[in-house]
C-alpha cells in the first residue's frame, strides 16, 4: 500500500530549505526509498510550508528515515523552522490520475460501436494533432473526429492500452492496436486482412482539463506491408 508523509512547519528560511533537500537527494542516490517529493507554500502565510513525501508503503518509508543522511537533513530542519515541524502519516486508501482516466477514455470512445462519440468532454474545442502520416497537422475538434472517422471508416479495430504515465499536463500511452481493414485507406482498397500496430501518443492537457494536443508514434511500414502495399516494391 502506497504511504504518503506530510510534513508541516514555519519558515521564513525556504531557500535554504530547498538547498538542503538538494543535498539530501544527492547524498541518497541509489538508496533513497522515496518516489516522489512535492513542497509548497501557503498562499495566505508563505512561511508556512507543507512538504509531501510518497513512498511506496510504510515498510519503505521506515528504511528512508534508517538512512543516516535522513537524520542529518531531519536536524537541518529543525533548525530552519521556527517551530518543530509536524508529520502525518497517511496509508493512501485511493489514488487516481484522472488524466490516465481521459487517455484510457478518449481510446474507448475510438473503438465505440456505431457513431463516433462527440468527444467533446475528452478533446478541447481547438485540439492540435499531430501524425506522422499526414503532410499537415490536424487542429480544431471538427477536423481531429473526422481524421478518426476516416480510420474507422477503413478498419473495425480495438486498442489495447499496455501503459500509460503521466507526469504534470502531459500524459504518455503505449498501445497496440488490432483491426480488420474493411474499407478504403489511402488509396488501398477493401483487403479484410487482419492487421496490428503498436505505437505511442503522447497527449498535452489544457487549463480546463481536456485534452489540447496529441502526437501520434505509430508502425507505418508494419501496417503498409500488412496491407500489401509494399509487395510490388519487395518483388
Not at 16 to 24: G, K, T, Y
Not at 208 to 221: F, M, S, T, V, Y
Amino acid at each position: 500500500m502506497t504511504f504518503v508523509q506530510l510534513i508541516e512547519c514555519r519558515t521564513s528560511r525556504l531557500d535554504e530549505m530547498n538547498r538542503l533537500m538538494d543535498d539530501w537527494v544527492q547524498q541518497t542516490k541509489g538508496r533513497r526509498t522515496a518516489t516522489h517529493a512535492v513542497m509548497g507554500t501557503d498562499r495566505s502565510d508563505a512561511s508556512h510550508v507543507v512538504e509531501v513525501v510518497e513512498f511506496p508503503s510504510y515498510e519503505d518509508a521506515m528504511r528512508n528515515s534508517n538512512l543516516p543522511e535522513t537524520d542529518r537533513i531531519f536536524r537541518g530542519l529543525v533548525a530552519l523552522c521556527d517551530e518543530m515541524p509536524t508529520f502525518i502519516d497517511l496509508d493512501v486508501v485511493r489514488d487516481e490520475s484522472l488524466s490516465e482516466g481521459m487517455v484510457r477514455g478518449l481510446f474507448e470512445a475510438l473503438c465505440t460501436e456505431g457513431e463516433l462519440p462527440p468527444l467533446n468532454d475528452l478533446l478541447d474545442e481547438d485540439i492540435h494533432s499531430h501524425d506522422p502520416m499526414n503532410p499537415q497537422d490536424t487542429i480544431g475538434l471538427d477536423n481531429v473526429r473526422a481524421e478518426f472517422r476516416m480510420w474507422r471508416g477503413a478498419f473495425d479495430f480495438a486498442f489495447t492500452v499496455e501503459d500509460v504515465l503521466t507526469q504534470g499536463d502531459r500524459a504518455c500511452a503505449r498501445w497496440t492496436w488490432y483491426a480488420t481493414h474493411q474499407g478504403d485507406f489511402l488509396g488501398i482498397a477493401p483487403t479484410g486482412r487482419q492487421v496490428t500496430m503498436t505505437g505511442m501518443a503522447l497527449f498535452r492537457f489544457g487549463d480546463n482539463g481536456k485534452i489540447a494536443e496529441l502526437w501520434w508514434q505509430h508502425d507505418q511500414l508494419g501496417l503498409m506491408q500488412q496491407l500489401g502495399a509494399l509487395d510490388a516494391l519487395e518483388q
